[in-house]
């Protein structure tokens, strides 16, 4: 047996994933586990939830795998900071700490994580590489082209490849800073949104706008060249050397200020995010149109966090640019760790391959009917069990046809951003009321942003604009809605739709499932496919025998600014803090109207987690005081031998009363620790509160030494001398910015931190 743990950490959606005989066992993200949404720590939880999974101990892991070379990407991090000297100290200051603490330490962490095994072997595979293999080994091709696009990795910012068997190639590299992703992401953080989280609602925002910026972006900000590369003018950028993404200039130059998260969406930010829509678009049909000139492929795997963009999907389908497309489901940084693992196991190791025809996501924890229930009797919440799944699939679509929402938790957890029936809200898609309602009593969220319909495969081609055995398991991309009728404001002639204000775009309905429709009329589908989840599929049957449409609403079971749901207490948690009606998890059904007091049952649970961190100090917090204590001994000594000695006295003067007072402090404080473990806590606080703004301050002072004697010197000098690491002196009119990789030894290079 072979086992390759994959490993992505320490930017955002940190993951693992386990391979086992080339067999994908587990992926799961670590927010999941923490509750911290997009966390960005290394996977320990991951990890372990990965090797609880599959059975695997840590002493049978024979790679570990991580999804950059560290070095190389430090290297990105030094050259920028040459290049932009003496601008980019607070970007220094910074940053430098994380990597010197985390980020070049992967091996430590590993070691932390898995134990340090003699056979095991450490593995780095360059980021685009991961996100390449994430794609092309899970897709049901046997050889294919393969472009990947995201804001950064290690130096690259996109990059197009082959993948034949069992093995891939990049062949070309487009590097930083140019990068339509971070374009995407700064027009992101200019409309008020955060990034690595807001792209979705910059995308979702766009249709209720007008792309009136997008020719002023093409000629100021970026240069898209015909075979896809792009060039951006850095001048409207501060992301080089600040925490902020854009320039003053950019606001001169659009004639409007950047929108704090707090402040009202008008129609000049909907405007923006279409005419940004629009360029990544024509960005990502060029790309892929040079992919397939260059590689002579019919076939197209994609990935990146570009990847994750479904209405961009949708155009690169209708174009037919390539007759077959697959788009990796978990296509950002989480996927990395899949694709890191995957790599080592076909390329590295060079194993067979065998073309799977489908691919399923559901890669995380699952609970049993025993456990569900030990955990419910638990918390001491009232619930009903279903003995039969007919019987329960039957009430649960009749409340679903009564205008119920319903939080559905049934088998293992999906791996990657969309939850697609296993962490799943599901509501009637025919209520035209229902979008307001999940958006501003269920999830909390912007009333603008749109939800995806679950649909049967069957019936899928009557409700959209699709062929009969059309499949999009994975809502990887949008398609039209079928059966539209007329707005109001369409019947009268009045008011063309182009000229509507936002918040008048905001209540428009158009579609027989309007709670699934855009106001450009598309939705992002989800096909169930006979035979992949037959819960589900029964769902959608009773549901259709009841009201005539196959069509649910689908979106993630979690609220705004958490993460999906893992566990039953993390969906029952959720239930009470929102105002869905039904909660299904497995076999079990819990209903609010017959759930009494909801402040007590939140109590509760409030005082479970407070007793599972309590356990997790005693066994924590006393080892802590005794190397506390040892510390103020060996502290006391060394003081009193320093005074000693700078008195010219000798050891047998020295107070040995106050040293016993110490000592009895110091057991006392022992056996307090012990007996009463959150006084362990409480004095590691003050400790902490004592030294940290100390440590700050002398980490500071010593950065701020290292970037002005050392970093601003060498930076003026090596500008002198014509050094431009990151191209910003060269011609913007090049006729490609697309980089042929260079020649790379093979096998070895994936055991080094560097290229």
């Not at 606001?251 to 998260?261: D, N, S």
């Not at 939850?419 to 799943?424: K, M």
Request: hydrophobic content about 40%; aromatic content about 8%; some cysteine.
């Amino acid at each position: 047996m072979t086992a390759i743990l994959g490993i992505s950490a320490f930017y955002h959606d940190s993951a693992a994933a386990l391979v086992v005989d080339g067999e994908v066992r587990a992926a799961v993200q670590e927010e999941r586990l923490t509750r911290i949404k997009h966390d960005a720590g290394f996977p320990y939880r991951a990890i372990e939830t990965c090797l609880d999974i599959s059975n695997v101990t840590s002493q049978e892991i024979d790679f570990v795998a991580f999804y950059e070379k560290p070095l190389l990407k430090f290297e990105r991090v030094l050259e920028t900071s040459l290049q932009y000297a003496p601008r980019g100290y607070p970007v220094f200051t910074r940053t430098m700490p994380s990597w010197v603490r985390d980020k070049l330490r992967v091996r430590k962490r590993t070691r932390q994580a898995v134990g340090d095994q003699r056979h095991r072997r450490n593995v780095f595979v360059e980021h685009h590489e991961a996100h390449a293999a994430s794609a092309f080994y899970s897709s049901p091709f046997e050889e294919a082209a393969i472009l990947t696009l995201d804001g950064v990795g290690e130096w690259a910012t996109a990059s197009i490849g082959v993948g034949r068997g069992n093995r891939i190639e990049l062949i070309k590299e487009l590097e930083f800073p140019n990068s339509i992703g971070l374009l995407y992401s700064a027009i992101t953080t200019f409309c008020g949104f955060r990034v690595n989280d807001g792209e979705y609602k910059l995308m979702g925002l766009a249709p209720y706008g007008v792309p009136r910026y997008a020719k002023i972006l093409k000629e100021r900000v970026v240069h898209v060249r015909e075979d896809g590369s792009v060039r951006l003018h850095m001048d409207f950028f501060r992301f080089g050397y600040s925490m902020e993404m854009t320039h003053p200039s950019f606001e001169r130059l659009l004639g409007m200020a950047c929108r704090q998260e707090d402040e009202a969406l008008e129609q000049k930010h909907a405007d923006l995010a279409a005419s940004i829509q629009v360029v990544l678009e024509e960005v990502l049909l060029k790309s892929a149109r040079h992919a397939r000139s260059l590689t002579g492929m019919s076939r197209l795997c994609l990935a990146g966090g570009v990847a994750l963009n479904c209405v961009a999907n949708a155009r690169l389908f209708e174009e037919a640019v390539f007759e077959e497309l697959w788009i990796q489901p978990a296509a950002g940084d989480a996927g990395g760790a899949l694709g890191a693992a995957q790599l080592t196991w076909f390329q590295l190791l060079d194993q067979k391959r065998t073309v799977q025809p489908e691919w399923s996501t559901r890669l995380g924890p699952r609970f049993n009917d025993v456990s569900v229930a030990r955990e419910l009797k638990e918390i001491q919440i009232p619930y009903r069990h279903y003995d039969s799944s007919i019987r329960l699939v039957e009430d649960v679509s009749q409340a679903l046809a009564q205008g119920s929402v319903v939080g559905w938790f049934q088998g293992a957890m999906e791996f990657g951003p969309r939850a697609l029936g296993g962490r799943s809200l599901l509501a009637d898609a025919r209520s035209p009321e229902m979008q307001v309602r999940l958006n501003q009593r269920v999830k909390g969220r912007e009333s603008f942003r749109p939800f995806a319909p679950m649909v049967s495969e069957k019936g899928a081609p009557h409700f959209f604009e699709v062929d009969q055995g059309f499949s999009s398991p994975y809502m990887t991309r949008t398609v039209k809605v079928r059966g539209q009728r007329e707005s109001g404001a369409a019947e009268n002639g009045a008011v063309d739709e182009r000229t509507l204000t936002f918040a008048e775009r905001l209540t428009e309905s158009r579609s027989d499932i309007p709670s699934v429709t855009h106001v450009d009329q598309s939705a992002r589908i989800q096909t169930v496919k006979p035979g992949s989840d037959k819960k589900l599929e029964s769902l959608l049957d009773a549901f259709e025998a009841m009201t005539g449409v196959p069509v649910l609403i689908n979106t993630s079971f979690n609220v705004k600014d958490e993460p999906i749901v893992c566990h039953p207490v993390d969906a029952v948690k959720c239930f009470l803090d929102s105002e869905m009606d039904l909660l299904v998890i497995e076999n079990q059904v819990i209903d609010r109207a017959k759930m009494g007091d909801l402040s007590a049952m939140r109590k509760r649970l409030a005082q479970r987690d407070h007793s599972i961190r309590k356990q997790g100090q005693k066994t924590q917090r006393f080892p802590w005081g005794v190397v506390a204590v040892a510390g103020l001994l060996l502290a006391y000594f060394v003081l009193r031998l320093v005074l000693t000695l700078s008195f010219a006295k000798s050891l047998s003067e020295v107070d040995l009363w106050r040293l016993g007072v110490l000592s009895l402090l110091s057991v006392s404080s022992m056996i307090m620790f012990s007996v009463w473990p959150q006084s362990s806590r409480l004095a590691q606080k003050l400790l902490i509160g004592l030294l940290k703004p100390l440590g700050q301050g002398l980490s500071l002072v010593t950065l701020t030494l290292i970037y002005g004697f050392v970093v601003v010197p060498v930076a003026l000098l090596m500008r002198m001398r014509g050094h431009d690491p990151l191209g910003l002196r060269s011609s913007h009119k090049d006729d490609s910015g697309w980089q042929t990789r260079k020649g790379i030894p093979k096998g070895r290079r994936y055991f080094r931190q560097f290229r």
